[in-house]
Structure formats: C-alpha cells, structure tokens
C-alpha cells in the first residue's frame, strides 16, 4: 500500500531564512509519481511540482527546490530566503500507479509560518 | 494550466438536508473526475473516483448511499451530501483529468458546514 509520511507538523521559520519540509514515502510500485502542493488559507491546492520515479534529478525553481532520492525513499522541498507569502500548508503526495494523472495518496501536510 | 470549477465556494446547510457540490471542467473533457474530503487540519482523503458514463468507484470507508456522485457528462461531475450531519462538514475538493497520463488539475474546493 502507498504511504507518504510528512513527519514535521508544523514549522516556524523567520523571512530570509532557509527551510526544508521532509517528505518520506512508500510504493511497491516500480513507477510512480511524486508531487507537493501548496495550500494557502484559502483552501485551494496550488501544484508547485511533479516528478516521475525513473527522473532523480534534483530540480530548481526560483526559491524552490526539490531533492528527490529513491535509495532513501525521500523527496524533500526547500525554499530558500523564505517570504511571509510562502506561509502555507504543504502537501506531499503520492500516485498510486504509472499514471501522474491518476489519484493521490496525500502526507499529512506541514504547516509553514514564516514571521517577518 | 487547464481549469476546473467548483461550485459552491462555500455552503452552510441544515442537518438532514442534502447539499449538491458541482466540479466542472472547463477547458477540457474530463474522463475522470476524483473527490477529495480535508477535514479541519487534516490531510486529503480520497472519497471517489468517477468515469464519465460509469458509477464510481468509492474508497473503503466511504457510503456510496450517503455520498452519491454523478459524471453524466465530459465537463460537470457532481457530489450530493445526502442527509448532511455535522459530522459531514469538511472542505470538499474535487480534481479532473481529461485522461490516461494527462495531469490531473484540482478545484477551488467546497466547504461545507452543516448546523
């Protein structure tokens, strides 16, 4: 069964600094999908990125980046010089099978505060 | 990205009444459609997976009688809450696809609290 574990419940950083949300998961399957979402207050999932399981490049967006590494299972997010606006509540998840369009086994999400 | 809305935003019923939530595609057939429930504070769960043309297929947990779901058309899937309970006040969110291998795009998300 697919399982996605977001240990850190909730984190508080102040703006500028660096912070990494952990993201550990689990499949049997050969060929899945990982994907975070971002969901501010107003409740709607804003996709930031999806990576397939044979792509472990590690990827850079702006302040966003991703370390995705399958020997331990993980796909971790940092942003870096964090912003007020980047508090949120970030989602890690999972698709059940090879199909990125299919449904998603959702971590418990990790609550981001970035105080001026 | 491609676009889906729901509707309503937000909605506050009765107990004992039922509530129909709408998810539309609409820039692109949507073969599937997906429910999704977030409690307060909790993570997505998923309810239900439709196929346009087809019955659901509800996750273990889910009554299918209390919960019913409509795909009976390309663009517009819907959620009915029947006999709301208070229980059943949750953020609903739905997310479309238009099919296999094609990216799977969220709604704004319904919140539905029931008094």
């Known amino acids: 069964a697919q399982k996605v574990t977001q240990a850190q419940t909730e984190i508080s950083v102040v703006e500028k600094e660096d912070v990494t949300l952990d993201c550990v998961y689990e499949?049997?399957?050969?060929?899945?999908?990982l994907f975070w979402y971002k969901q501010p207050p107003s409740g709607e999932l804003v996709f930031l990125i999806r990576?397939?399981?044979?792509?472990?490049q590690n990827e850079i967006s702006g302040r966003y980046s991703w370390n995705f590494q399958k020997s331990t299972s993980s796909f971790n997010f940092t942003i870096t010089a964090s912003q007020v606006v980047d508090s949120a509540v970030y989602f890690c998840?999972?698709?059940?099978?090879?199909?990125?369009?299919?449904?998603?086994?959702f971590g418990a999400g990790t609550i981001l505060r970035v105080k001026s | 990205g491609a676009v889906v809305s729901q509707h309503p935003s937000w909605v506050i019923c009765k107990s004992g009444t039922s509530v129909k939530i709408e998810c539309r595609s609409l820039d692109f057939q949507a073969t599937t459609m997906f429910w999704y429930r977030q409690f307060p504070k909790q993570s997505l769960m998923l309810m239900a997976t439709?196929?346009?043309?087809?019955?659901?297929?509800?996750e273990q947990g889910v009554e299918k009688d209390k919960f019913l779901i409509n795909h009976a058309s390309l663009t517009l899937s819907t959620l009915t809450v029947t006999s709301a309970h208070p229980e059943d006040s949750s953020f609903y969110i739905c997310?479309?696809?238009?099919?296999?291998?094609?990216?799977?795009?969220f709604g704004q998300g319904t919140r539905l609290t029931v008094v």
């Open positions: 997310s479309a696809r238009g099919g296999r291998n094609t990216e799977a795009f």
């Open positions: 439709s196929n346009e043309g087809s019955k659901a297929t509800y």
């Open positions: 990576r397939n399981s044979f792509d472990e």
């Open positions: 499949t049997r399957d050969t060929t899945y999908y």
């Open positions: 998840a999972l698709s059940e099978a090879a199909e990125y369009g299919n449904k998603l086994v």
